[in-house]
């Protein structure tokens, strides 16, 4: 579809969690906007009708943080790779994280990935900035350069702050000049060398574990700075229950901290890595059964405002090594939507609290207007068949990594089209695009 072609969508059902909107009627596209609903878009003339009877429409999804590569040697992916699997995936926007190589610490490197998204990217790309130099998590970074630079949000990835004398200057400064902090939450010394929860499984294998005492200190004494500074934080990639209490109790102070949980902690458990399975060799690891229905409980009451992909691509040689050896993520952008729909499927969590964290939540975080169905607003747009079945093998997946959960197994809702304001992104049609 060109910018200047008018589009009708018949049939489908919207789902807009930020209206409230579940109804079956048409929709109309004209230029980037949504230019008309139901009985006003039925009769306006259009230059193209796409049929989506059984189908879903909904707002397109927003990653708080993907990991695309990009700058980078090309071997694990890049921004043009990792955006055509974020757009199979659903996705309209996507932040970048900063632990590129080099890290994007500096203005130069966020208008490098601002330039190489607006070339090849068929989504919006937002970079986040580093919060300290290299990532090192001891000197801050031009915060203010970066901002200025196109970065929405400054995050240290994953390495931790050196010191709370550090963190609490991290965020004083951030506060000065509004600026969100998105920052993961695990005491450094407490979690040492270990790579998968100290529990069960651990006990088992002989895997050196991290205490879910290592994330919960860290979110507590975030919390309790974010309260003195008066600085925005966002708390990345929560996996423990008790974590989730400490955010909802900090909001009702009036504390301005929002969290993020990554799809893969509200799926799996330590049991996923039963097998020495690499590819659940995350960070922060897959927890209890205890802390995945904690986690579930979270977005469902909008304590944790937004679900996150935690994309990490890697390399064949990265994953296929000892589980001690392996470099930790999941390719997951492209299987973030259907995991979501085993939930729902299973009555863990509601349609509307799934798409809701996926839309609405982290634009909210962002700080940026929510996506929405409604006349008038950007056409950003996600159609999904909620009743097909796709498989991930190596052929299908368009990401360079190869890793993605639940391999070979059928999974629940494929995304038939993707809109970014008003162009088509993605598309299952033969031939669309490249990959």
């Known amino acids: 579809m060109s910018q200047s072609e008018s589009l009708r969508i018949e049939n489908g059902r919207l789902l807009d969690p930020l209206s409230g909107q579940d109804s079956r009627q048409s929709l109309l596209i004209r230029d980037d906007r949504i230019a008309a609903i139901g009985a006003e878009a ?39 790779s990792e955006t055509r699997a974020a757009a199979r995936g659903g996705y309209t926007t996507v932040c970048a994280a900063p632990d590129s190589s080099p890290v994007n610490d500096s203005s130069a490197i966020a208008h490098l990935i601002r330039d190489v998204a607006e070339r090849d990217a068929p989504i919006r790309v937002l970079p986040l900035g580093a919060a300290t130099k290299g990532l090192n998590g001891e000197l801050l970074s031009d915060m203010v350069g970066l901002t200025q630079a196109g970065c929405v949000a400054l995050s240290n990835g994953p390495a931790p702050l050196a010191n709370a004398r550090i963190l609490r200057r991290c965020m004083a400064y951030a506060q000065t000049f509004g600026i969100t902090l998105m920052l993961q939450p695990q005491n450094e010394m407490l979690a040492a060398d270990g790579f998968a929860h100290d529990g069960l499984i651990t006990a088992q294998l002989g895997l050196l574990g991290i205490p879910e005492v290592a994330e919960t200190t860290a979110v507590m004494e975030m919390i309790l700075l974010a309260e003195e500074t008066g600085v925005r934080l966002h708390l990345s990639q929560l996996s423990a229950a008790r974590s989730v209490d ?77 589980l001690g050896d392996t470099e930790p993520g999941l390719s997951s952008i492209e299987s973030v939507l259907s995991l979501g729909l085993m939930l729902v499927e299973r009555g863990e969590l509601e349609l509307q609290s799934l798409i809701r964290a996926l839309t609405s939540g982290p634009a909210q975080v962002l700080g940026r207007p929510a996506p929405s169905l409604a006349s ?8 999904i068949d909620p009743d097909a079945r796709w498989t991930a093998t190596p052929e299908t997946l368009r990401s360079v990594g190869k890793h993605a959960p639940l391999m070979d197994t059928p999974l629940p809702g494929r995304v038939n089209r993707v809109w970014v304001a008003g162009r088509e992104a993605y598309s299952r049609e033969p031939g669309f695009g490249a990959g």
């Open 246 to 322: 400490m955010v909802a109790q900090a909001r009702q102070r009036g504390v301005p901290v929002t969290a993020d949980v990554a799809m893969h902690h509200l799926v799996f458990t330590e049991q996923a890595l039963a097998g020495f399975d690499s590819r659940y060799h995350v960070q922060p690891p897959l927890r209890s059964e205890e802390d995945r229905q904690g986690l579930i409980e979270g977005v469902r009451s909008g304590a944790i405002s937004a679900i996150v992909s935690q994309h990490q691509p890697q390399d064949p040689a990265a994953k296929n090594a000892p």
């Open 376 to 383: 008038g607003e950007l056409a950003d747009l996600c159609w």
């Open 42 to 80: 039925d009769a306006a003339p259009a230059d193209r009708v796409l049929d989506a009877a059984g189908g879903l429409i909904t707002p397109g999804f927003i990653d708080l943080y993907c990991n695309l590569r990009e700058p980078g040697n090309g071997q694990k992916g890049s921004i043009a």
